[in-house]
């Protein structure tokens, strides 16, 4: 049941940060575009194709699930990986 809250309060982070992020992007044709890690892909991959991320937090629950925080995002993993990526405030 914890596991459904998390995930539930994460889809409600992701979809206000897509809300938020669209909303910017009409304001401002100038502001530079993020590319996220796409969902499914390895924690190996995202190193690769992204770099290492400026802060990893410890994997937490069953399944585990870890963040990376990048400057402008954060990606989620379960396992090894890619759940979601949100844009960070």
């Avoid at 914890?2 to 669209?22: D, E, H, I, P, R």
């Avoid at 996220?36 to 991320?53: K, N, S």
Wanted: aromatic residues 12%; charged residues 20%; proline residues 3%.
């Amino acid at each position: 049941m914890k596991y459904l809250l998390f995930l539930f309060s994460l889809c409600g982070v992701f979809l206000t940060n897509m809300t938020l992020a669209q909303e910017s992007s009409e304001d401002s044709s100038a502001e530079k575009t993020v590319e996220l890690p796409e969902r499914g892909i390895t924690m190996d991959a995202v190193r690769q194709l992204y770099g290492d991320a400026g802060l990893i937090m410890e994997a937490i629950g069953e399944p585990p699930i870890t963040r990376w925080v990048y400057g402008a995002y954060t990606v989620y993993f379960e396992h090894d990986r890619v759940i979601t990526a949100v844009l960070n405030d």
